[in-house]
């Protein structure tokens, strides 16, 4: 009896192990899509469309 809630008790926990860890990559994958959207953003913002649209030639 003993043997078989020791087995039981190391699922258990093997188990909840691995619900962990499941929550804790939902959550860092969350955080960097937040920092891409925040990325992507800032980059939007850095660019200047006016430039290189036209080149000034001396003759």
């Given amino acids: 009896m003993?043997?078989?809630a020791s087995a039981y008790q190391a699922q258990t926990?093997?188990?909840i192990k691995q619900a962990l860890n499941v929550s804790m990559l939902q959550?860092?994958?969350n955080q960097d899509a937040a920092s891409m959207d925040q990325?992507?953003?800032a980059m939007e913002q850095s660019v200047t469309?006016?430039?290189g649209?036209?080149?000034d030639l001396k003759v």
């Fill in 2 to 4: 003993n043997i078989q």
């Fill in 39 to 41: 990325l992507m953003k």
């Fill in 13 to 15: 926990l093997t188990s």
């Fill in 27 to 29: 959550k860092v994958m």
């Fill in 49 to 51: 469309p006016h430039l």
């Fill in 53 to 55: 649209q036209s080149i």
